[in-house]
């Protein structure tokens, strides 16, 4: 089978123009998005991208997790279908690009495959993947994971974002509860189109990522246990301080990453504090420990450490220290196959291009885990994501896109 010719191109036009408009829905305050999961906005966000698949002729499912499987039909119905996607769900104060990107690239390579009159062998599926963010229910990838079987759906149903509300009542309510039974799809492989997040590609001047692994991850949570107090009144050496025996872990969290350098981070994004009195000392407190690696033995070892030391911390504070892995997946390694198409792609398109680890997880991640799998990556500006200030090119853009369009061919066989 030849491969695509060095002109096939996408729309780029169509594609930001695509970007711009789902940008509008659910607006963050700072120019980004606030477009989170189950949310009316999201709703929104779902309903665009189905109208723009009904026009590009393609037929929906929905699973139980409300993942949206958009098919294009191949020449050959009996073929595994090529699945190629991400999400449209944002962080509290996300960009415009983070999944979405992925999803809209997506829809432009189905776009362009009617304008020039392509058929694949293997069908094509757009997938709108449900909470990959996790930030309103933790934890992230959910919808991906109870895909690939990492997660049973009754977890996932209940649970709980910070107002109590249970992930199944808030699908439900808006709609995409699906009836399929979640996880029944087969994939002949696996395709996701994602902004860098990460400061290398801008740096190093080139347009494309071919990634060929993703760091591994654990999200500890720790709840420490204090004794509750007035901040004014309880003399220093009479107080059980959760918050001290914390702010020391974080110190000692960002120690252990640094003598991990030069391929590991660690970090906390999220506390909570109870009661959250300004003149009241905590009696609990409770956060998640988010460490990272490429590399298997330091990422087990980084978090074998922290724990030991998180328990030596709280010891002589008299405070409690409990910990629960609450998110995990070892380190990735994509399909060679689909990295190589990825790399030919690039070279054919005449993109500038380097191998790459993705810094963050993605669904590809869990995708990996039942078919071949593999990403596409293009820059963002000074690497930054999870900000609203998150910024690409329509150049970049259209650079990813166009070598997505050429592996999904190569994969889905024209
Ligand atoms: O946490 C991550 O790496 C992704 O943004 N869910
Ligand atoms: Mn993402
Ligand atoms: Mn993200
Ligand atoms: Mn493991």
């Given at each position: 089978?030849?491969?695509?010719?060095?002109?096939?191109?996408?729309?780029?036009?169509?594609?930001w123009?695509?970007?711009?408009?789902?940008?509008?829905?659910?607006?963050?305050?700072?120019?980004?998005?606030?477009?989170?999961?189950?949310?009316?906005?999201?709703?929104?966000g779902?309903a665009?991208f189905?109208r723009?698949?009904?026009?590009?002729?393609?037929?929906?499912?929905?699973?139980?997790?409300?993942?949206?499987?958009?098919?294009?039909?191949?020449s050959?119905p009996?073929?595994?279908?090529?699945?190629?996607?991400?999400?449209?769900?944002?962080?509290?104060?996300?960009?415009?690009?983070?999944?979405?990107?992925?999803v809209?690239?997506?829809?432009?390579?189905?776009?362009?495959?009617?304008?020039?009159?392509?058929?694949?062998?293997?069908?094509?599926?757009?997938?709108?993947?449900?909470?990959?963010?996790?930030?309103?229910?933790?934890?992230?990838m959910?919808?991906?994971?109870?895909?690939?079987?990492?997660?049973?759906?009754?977890?996932?149903?209940?649970?709980?974002?910070?107002?109590?509300?249970?992930?199944?009542?808030?699908?439900?309510?808006?709609?995409?509860?699906?009836?399929?039974?979640?996880?029944?799809?087969?994939?002949?492989?696996?395709?996701?189109?994602?902004?860098?997040?990460?400061?290398?590609?801008?740096?190093?001047?080139?347009?494309?990522?071919?990634?060929?692994?993703?760091?591994?991850?654990?999200?500890?949570?720790?709840?420490?246990?204090?004794?509750?107090?007035?901040?004014?009144?309880?003399?220093?050496?009479?107080?059980?301080?959760?918050?001290?025996?914390?702010?020391?872990?974080?110190?000692?969290?960002?120690?252990?990453?640094?003598?991990?350098?030069?391929?590991?981070?660690?970090?906390?994004g999220?506390?909570?504090?109870?009661?959250?009195?300004r003149?009241?000392?905590?009696?609990?407190?409770?956060f998640?420990?988010?460490?990272?690696?490429?590399?298997?033995?330091?990422?087990?070892?980084?978090?074998?450490?922290?724990?030991?030391?998180?328990?030596?911390?709280?010891?002589?504070?008299?405070?409690?220290?409990?910990?629960?892995?609450?998110?995990?997946?070892?380190?990735?390694?994509?399909?060679?196959?689909?990295?190589?198409?990825?790399r030919?792609?690039?070279?054919?398109?005449?993109?500038?291009?380097?191998?790459?680890?993705?810094?963050?997880?993605?669904?590809?991640?869990?995708?990996?885990?039942?078919?071949?799998?593999?990403?596409v990556?293009?820059?963002?500006?000074g690497?930054?994501?999870?900000?609203?200030?998150?910024?690409?090119?329509?150049?970049?853009?259209?650079?990813?896109t166009?070598?997505?369009?050429?592996?999904?061919?190569?994969?889905?066989?024209?």
């Amino acid at each position: 089978m030849p491969a695509p010719g060095e002109n096939l191109r996408i729309n780029s036009a169509r594609l930001w123009d695509s970007l711009m408009e789902m940008a509008k829905i659910g607006p963050g305050v700072a120019g980004g998005n606030n477009r989170q999961t189950l949310t009316d906005a999201d709703a929104e966000g779902r309903a665009l991208f189905k109208r723009w698949c009904d026009d590009a002729g393609l037929s929906m499912g929905v699973d139980q997790m409300g993942n949206m499987f958009m098919r294009r039909e191949g020449s050959d119905p009996d073929a595994l279908p090529v699945y190629v996607g991400s999400h449209l769900d944002t962080q509290p104060t996300g960009g415009k690009y983070d999944g979405v990107l992925g999803v809209l690239g997506a829809l432009e390579c189905v776009r362009s495959m009617n304008d020039l009159g392509i058929r694949t062998r293997h069908p094509i599926v757009v997938v709108n993947w449900t909470n990959e963010e996790g930030a309103r229910f933790a934890p992230a990838m959910l919808a991906s994971g109870v895909f690939a079987g990492v997660h049973s759906l009754d977890y996932a149903y209940g649970r709980e974002d910070l107002e109590g509300k249970r992930f199944g009542d808030e699908l439900a309510r808006i709609g995409w509860k699906g009836d399929e039974e979640v996880g029944a799809r087969k994939m002949h492989a696996y395709y996701e189109l994602h902004i860098e997040q990460g400061p290398i590609l801008e740096a190093e001047e080139k347009e494309i990522g071919v990634v060929t692994h993703c760091q591994g991850l654990w999200w500890l949570e720790f709840t420490l246990t204090g004794k509750e107090a007035h901040t004014g009144s309880t003399p220093m050496p009479m107080r059980t301080n959760a918050g001290l025996a914390m702010a020391r872990i974080f110190e000692m969290v960002q120690e252990v990453a640094m003598e991990n350098q030069p391929d590991a981070v660690g970090g906390v994004g999220q506390v909570t504090f109870t009661p959250n009195s300004r003149n009241v000392l905590p009696g609990k407190v409770v956060f998640t420990v988010d460490i990272r690696s490429p590399d298997q033995a330091k990422l087990d070892g980084m978090r074998a450490v922290i724990e030991a030391k998180a328990a030596e911390i709280c010891a002589p504070l008299g405070v409690g220290c409990a910990v629960e892995p609450v998110g995990h997946f070892d380190p990735v390694t994509f399909a060679p196959e689909l990295v190589s198409n990825v790399r030919a792609a690039a070279e054919r398109l005449g993109y500038t291009h380097r191998d790459l680890i993705s810094g963050a997880g993605h669904d590809a991640c869990w995708a990996a885990k039942v078919a071949p799998a593999t990403m596409v990556m293009c820059p963002c500006v000074g690497g930054l994501s999870h900000n609203e200030a998150e910024e690409i090119s329509p150049e970049w853009a259209a650079a990813g896109t166009d070598v997505l369009f050429h592996a999904v061919l190569e994969t889905a066989e024209i």
